[in-house]
């Protein structure tokens, strides 16, 4: 699947690359890429797909799941998706409590002693996952995991997740994005290159220049 999804966010433009001319993240950073798997939800087959594809990966991995969370907001249909596929119960998680009313953070019903996964749409810095984990732990469940539509694979990313103990999974990544992108001409090998040098360090700008040929 990991092919096939990584060509469909690119045809709908969910992930939009654009090594010349990057894009710049709220926390300043200039990237060569821009996902928003929001836009999947309006392309039926392929919402199904991914929600099937989450629900597939959450038997496999977590079999002992009784309850899936979502991230707000983007997480929060696909979580729901799989969890309606899963026949398990669903919540989501804010990432601040509520200035009104019972001032919620969580959103459903929680037990303690849940098993509960995760449902995210990106994992980039692995932040907001880490927060929803302390969030889901401070209200009495055991947090198995996290499951993902897409990862930027980020040292710092991945060097979060695992220090806050929580495992992941994706159901396609930077890595095939880039060589899908590069078989179906939606990069040079020039671009290419420069997408794989900002992973290596999105924080040294220097990859805008490189002339470098993915792969090498």
Not at 27 to 54: E, F, Q, V
Not at 76 to 101: F, Q, T, W
Not at 181 to 204: C, H, I, M, T, V
Request: glycine share 8%; hydrophobic share 40%.
């Amino acid at each position: 699947m990991r092919e096939w999804l990584a060509e469909e966010l690119l045809k709908i433009e969910a992930v939009s690359l654009s090594p010349n001319e990057p894009y710049t993240w709220t926390s300043g950073i200039k990237s060569p890429i821009y996902c928003d798997n929001r836009l999947t939800l309006s392309y039926p087959a392929l919402r199904k797909a991914i929600a099937g594809g989450l629900a597939d990966m959450i038997r496999r991995k977590y079999p002992q799941a009784d309850l899936v969370a979502g991230t707000a907001t983007a997480g929060i249909a696909h979580a729901a998706l799989a969890a309606d596929i899963l026949e398990l119960p669903m919540i989501y998680v804010r990432s601040s409590s509520k200035s009104h009313g019972k001032e919620n953070r969580i959103e459903g019903e929680i037990q303690n002693g849940q098993k509960v996964v995760i449902v995210e749409d990106l994992i980039s810095t692995g932040g907001s996952v880490v927060k929803v984990k302390d969030a889901l732990l401070e209200n009495g469940a055991e947090v198995l995991g996290t499951a993902a539509i897409f990862t930027y694979g980020l040292q710092k990313g991945e060097g979060q997740l695992q220090q806050a103990g929580l495992e992941w999974e994706t159901l396609t990544d930077y890595g095939t994005l880039i060589e899908t992108a590069l078989d179906n001409d939606y990069l040079s090998g020039k671009e290419a290159g420069r997408l794989r040098r900002w992973k290596q360090d999105p924080e040294d700008e220097s990859w805008m220049q490189t002339d470098e040929v993915f792969p090498s």
